[in-house]
């Protein structure tokens, strides 16, 4: 039987994990800081780099594949231009998430948890942002906004089109 070839990560990316594991070798839950350090440089944990880090600290690929997969923090695939994070907690559905996450994901044509086709944008769900008492509330590239509507949203990301009829992914 052939052995199977490791997984090709593309220079930038496999630069990124091995910085990532250089920064926290030997230090005791490494596995958490190293996966935000490769999300932070890359803006997702490609898959292809989890045999890699599994191997430094001594886990098995599932276990890596578990923690990545638990945390809805963690992306496996580049992001759009922008990141939207709507708020899915109990607080900001009661004061209308739910048709906030409709109307947002009609205007810039995907579904939460995707980015649309043309990777203008990726809308994301999070679980609170302790802004409870302005909800619902959102975070557009990393800045928190409060009593959020969908024509707020598009208003403020003005380079990405509405979507098309019939939705853009
Ligand atoms: S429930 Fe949405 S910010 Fe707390």
Do not use: W
Request: proline share 11%.
């Amino acid at each position: 039987m052939t052995p199977t070839a490791p997984p090709a990560l593309p220079p930038d990316a496999l630069a990124a994990v091995e910085r990532a594991l250089e920064a926290h070798r030997g230090r005791p839950g490494a596995l958490l800081p190293i996966l935000h350090a490769v999300q932070d440089a890359l803006g997702y944990v490609p898959p292809d780099a989890l045999p890699t880090i599994a191997h430094a600290l001594n886990l098995s690929r599932a276990d890596v594949h578990g923690v990545v997969t638990f945390y809805h923090d963690f992306r496996d695939a580049p992001p759009g231009r922008h990141v939207v994070k709507l708020c899915r907690a109990e607080a900001c559905q009661a004061v209308g998430s739910d048709e906030l996450v409709r109307d947002v994901c009609a205007r810039f044509g995907t579904e939460l948890g995707h980015t649309r086709a043309d990777g203008a944008v990726t809308l994301e769900p999070v679980y609170c942002l302790g802004n409870c008492a302005l909800g619902p509330s959102a975070m557009v590239d990393g800045e928190l906004r409060g009593r959020v509507t969908a024509s707020g949203l598009a208003a403020e990301l003005p380079d990405v089109p509405a979507a098309p009829p019939g939705g853009a992914s």
